[in-house]
Protein backbone atom coordinates (compact mmCIF):
# COMPACT_ATOMS: atom_id res chain seq x y z
CA UNK A 1 0.00 0.00 0.00
CA UNK A 2 1.66 3.41 -1.12
CA UNK A 3 1.25 5.84 1.78
CA UNK A 4 0.89 9.73 1.11
CA UNK A 5 5.19 9.80 2.47
CA UNK A 6 6.41 8.09 -0.22
CA UNK A 7 4.01 9.83 -3.01
CA UNK A 8 5.28 12.72 -2.10
CA UNK A 9 8.95 11.74 -2.38
CA UNK A 10 8.35 10.36 -5.89
CA UNK A 11 6.69 13.45 -7.17
CA UNK A 12 9.85 15.51 -5.59
CA UNK A 13 12.23 13.28 -7.13
CA UNK A 14 10.90 13.20 -10.64
CA UNK A 15 13.21 14.36 -13.42
CA UNK A 16 13.23 16.91 -15.77
CA UNK A 17 9.97 17.01 -18.36
CA UNK A 18 7.88 14.59 -16.02
CA UNK A 19 4.70 15.55 -14.49
CA UNK A 20 5.28 16.65 -10.98
CA UNK A 21 1.82 18.15 -9.91
CA UNK A 22 -1.83 18.79 -11.04
CA UNK A 23 -4.26 21.66 -10.20
CA UNK A 24 -7.50 22.26 -11.01
CA UNK A 25 -9.01 25.85 -10.80
CA UNK A 26 -12.54 27.70 -11.82
CA UNK A 27 -13.66 31.14 -12.11
CA UNK A 28 -17.11 32.10 -12.97
CA UNK A 29 -17.72 29.47 -16.12
CA UNK A 30 -13.55 29.32 -16.63
CA UNK A 31 -12.20 25.99 -15.98
CA UNK A 32 -8.10 25.68 -16.01
CA UNK A 33 -6.13 22.41 -15.80
CA UNK A 34 -2.49 22.89 -15.04
CA UNK A 35 0.28 20.00 -15.25
CA UNK A 36 3.89 21.54 -13.38
CA UNK A 37 7.00 19.91 -14.55
CA UNK A 38 10.53 20.57 -13.74
CA UNK A 39 11.91 23.56 -15.92
CA UNK A 40 12.78 27.08 -17.27
CA UNK A 41 9.51 28.62 -16.41
CA UNK A 42 7.63 28.53 -19.47
CA UNK A 43 4.05 28.64 -19.00
CA UNK A 44 1.86 27.65 -21.93
CA UNK A 45 -1.43 28.11 -22.61
CA UNK A 46 -3.65 25.54 -24.72
CA UNK A 47 -0.79 25.17 -26.82
CA UNK A 48 0.55 28.78 -27.31
CA UNK A 49 3.04 30.94 -25.23
CA UNK A 50 0.92 32.68 -22.14
CA UNK A 51 2.05 35.84 -23.73
CA UNK A 52 0.09 35.56 -26.76
CA UNK A 53 -2.69 33.70 -24.77
CA UNK A 54 -3.58 36.78 -22.40
CA UNK A 55 -3.21 39.80 -24.37
CA UNK A 56 -2.79 42.50 -21.66
CA UNK A 57 -0.48 42.65 -19.17
CA UNK A 58 -3.24 42.46 -15.95
CA UNK A 59 -4.16 38.76 -17.48
CA UNK A 60 -0.47 37.76 -17.94
CA UNK A 61 0.52 39.02 -14.26
CA UNK A 62 -2.68 37.41 -12.52
CA UNK A 63 -1.89 33.78 -13.97
CA UNK A 64 1.82 34.01 -12.87
CA UNK A 65 0.99 35.85 -9.53
CA UNK A 66 1.86 33.02 -7.69
CA UNK A 67 5.50 32.10 -9.17
CA UNK A 68 5.76 35.84 -8.87
CA UNK A 69 4.77 36.26 -4.69
CA UNK A 70 6.68 32.47 -3.76
CA UNK A 71 9.86 33.14 -6.07
CA UNK A 72 9.85 29.98 -8.00
CA UNK A 73 11.41 29.95 -11.31
CA UNK A 74 12.11 26.26 -11.95
CA UNK A 75 8.74 25.44 -13.37
CA UNK A 76 7.24 24.55 -16.51
CA UNK A 77 3.60 24.77 -16.88
CA UNK A 78 0.92 23.32 -19.37
CA UNK A 79 -2.22 24.99 -18.76
CA UNK A 80 -5.87 23.71 -20.61
CA UNK A 81 -8.33 26.41 -20.50
CA UNK A 82 -12.35 26.31 -21.42
CA UNK A 83 -15.17 28.35 -20.69
CA UNK A 84 -15.45 31.70 -19.80
CA UNK A 85 -14.14 35.05 -20.83
CA UNK A 86 -10.09 35.86 -20.83
CA UNK A 87 -10.59 38.07 -17.64
CA UNK A 88 -12.11 34.84 -15.40
CA UNK A 89 -9.50 32.37 -17.40
CA UNK A 90 -6.69 34.14 -16.14
CA UNK A 91 -8.22 34.21 -12.67
CA UNK A 92 -9.08 30.07 -12.88
CA UNK A 93 -5.12 29.87 -14.31
CA UNK A 94 -4.05 31.68 -11.06
CA UNK A 95 -5.71 29.39 -9.12
CA UNK A 96 -4.89 25.90 -10.90
CA UNK A 97 -1.14 27.03 -10.54
CA UNK A 98 -1.47 27.55 -6.90
CA UNK A 99 -3.07 24.24 -6.40
CA UNK A 100 -0.65 22.45 -8.14
CA UNK A 101 2.22 24.10 -6.26
CA UNK A 102 0.54 23.27 -2.60
CA UNK A 103 0.29 19.53 -4.23
CA UNK A 104 4.23 19.84 -4.84
CA UNK A 105 4.78 21.30 -1.82
CA UNK A 106 2.79 21.22 1.11
CA UNK A 107 4.72 23.36 3.18
CA UNK A 108 3.67 26.38 1.10
CA UNK A 109 -0.04 26.30 2.15
CA UNK A 110 0.62 28.34 5.38
CA UNK A 111 1.86 31.40 2.61
CA UNK A 112 -0.54 30.56 -0.37
CA UNK A 113 -2.98 31.54 2.36
CA UNK A 114 -2.15 34.48 3.20
CA UNK A 115 -2.29 35.71 -0.10
CA UNK A 116 -5.18 34.55 -0.64
CA UNK A 117 -4.08 32.11 -3.74
CA UNK A 118 -6.22 29.01 -2.41
CA UNK A 119 -9.34 30.59 -2.14
CA UNK A 120 -11.90 30.56 -5.08
CA UNK A 121 -13.90 33.50 -6.06
CA UNK A 122 -17.24 32.75 -6.10
CA UNK A 123 -19.19 35.59 -7.72
CA UNK A 124 -21.05 34.46 -11.38
CA UNK A 125 -24.20 35.56 -13.08
CA UNK A 126 -27.00 36.53 -11.43
CA UNK A 127 -30.09 34.45 -13.34
CA UNK A 128 -32.68 36.23 -15.04
CA UNK A 129 -35.78 35.68 -13.38
CA UNK A 130 -39.42 35.72 -15.03
CA UNK A 131 -41.67 38.79 -14.94
CA UNK A 132 -38.64 40.57 -14.99
CA UNK A 133 -36.77 42.63 -17.49
CA UNK A 134 -32.90 40.87 -16.28
CA UNK A 135 -32.03 40.02 -12.98
CA UNK A 136 -33.00 43.00 -10.57
CA UNK A 137 -34.08 45.15 -13.81
CA UNK A 138 -38.08 45.91 -13.80
CA UNK A 139 -39.80 46.23 -16.86
CA UNK A 140 -40.92 49.92 -17.21
CA UNK A 141 -43.69 50.89 -15.09
CA UNK A 142 -47.39 52.14 -16.87
CA UNK A 143 -49.65 53.98 -14.65
CA UNK A 144 -52.54 53.48 -16.70
Known amino acids: MVTKETSKVKKAASKAGQV ?5 GRRK ?11 KGLINVNGKDFTEYF ?3 YNREQ ?6 VMKI ?9 SGG ?15 ALVENDPEMRAAMREFRFLSCDPRVKERKKFGQK ?3 RKFQFVKR
Open 29 to 39: SSVARAWLRRG
Open 63 to 68: ACLPFE
Open 85 to 99: GVNSQAGAVKLAIAR
Open 55 to 57: DTE
Open 73 to 81: VNYDVDVNI
Open 20 to 24: VSHGV
Open 134 to 136: AAR
